[in-house]
């Protein structure tokens, strides 16, 4: 399994603003997944983040509205631009773990309400 | 394109009955199926896989899935209900790309004394 560390946990922001998200993972994975989970609703892939090329983002979901980097094996950040009220949702980090086995895991994630 | 649909958004039982979550999957493929459980202010946390071996799955905290291939089902169920198991519930399915999973709406465990 992965353990996965999500900043922030929780925040409120205002509209207008961008906000990243950190995730950090203790080993390395080839293959990190960005969630979005709206209130009282299942999860939707944003997109997928490997190391060293551009960000696979899922229909409805564009680059600059949802900027993703991915520097190393451990580590990427999900920025959430020019938000709105609309963004407000938990976005969740999630990675296939070594050996992959066909499961997810998945961080906290980080619950963002935008005013 | 590979999906699944979860049949009820809540399902309420009493303490010690039986619990049955059901989940009916669409797959153009041999599927890898799962059940992941959230908590509330949570993240996901997996409770079973199927994977093309076994068709009963056994899970943590007593929770079990049937994979039935002429019914494209993968119900989850628990024999005794427990307080703690109070949840919402998703059921997902490895997506096109073979890694990322594509989950159902969730549904919401409610158990009673």
């Known amino acids: 399994s992965a353990v996965i560390s999500q900043k922030p946990s929780r925040d409120i922001c205002q509209r207008g603003t961008s906000l990243t998200i950190q995730c950090q993972v203790d080993s390395q994975v080839t293959m990190m997944f960005w969630y979005r989970q709206q209130p009282g609703q299942s999860l939707t892939l944003i997109a997928t983040a490997n190391q060293g090329s551009e960000a696979t983002y899922e229909s409805g979901f564009v680059i600059d509205k949802f900027p993703i980097s991915r520097p190393n094996l451990t580590f990427s950040t999900l920025t959430v631009s020019n938000m709105s009220p609309e963004d407000s949702s938990i976005y969740l980090c999630?990675?296939?773990?070594?050996?992959?086995?066909?499961?997810?895991?998945f961080g906290e994630g980080s619950r963002l309400t935008v005013l | 394109a590979q999906s699944v649909t979860q049949l009820g958004s809540h399902v309420s039982v009493s303490e010690g009955a039986l619990v049955l979550l059901r989940c009916n999957y669409s797959?153009?493929?041999?599927?890898?199926l799962f059940w992941y459980v959230q908590y509330p202010n949570q993240g996901l946390q997996l409770l079973l896989k199927?994977?093309?071996?076994?068709?009963l799955v056994k899970g943590i905290n007593g929770f079990e899935a049937e994979f039935k291939k002429s019914e494209t089902s993968f119900h989850l169920t628990k024999p005794s209900a427990h307080m703690s198991d109070a949840a919402e519930y998703f059921c997902?399915?490895?997506?096109?790309?073979?890694?990322?999973?594509?989950f159902g709406k969730g549904t919401s465990l409610l158990v009673t004394p």
């Open positions: 797959s153009s493929v041999p599927p890898y």
């Open positions: 199927y994977t093309s071996a076994a068709t």
């Open positions: 997902a399915v490895s997506g096109e790309s073979g890694y990322a999973l594509n």
């Open positions: 999630s990675v296939a773990g070594g050996g992959w086995t066909g499961e997810l895991f």
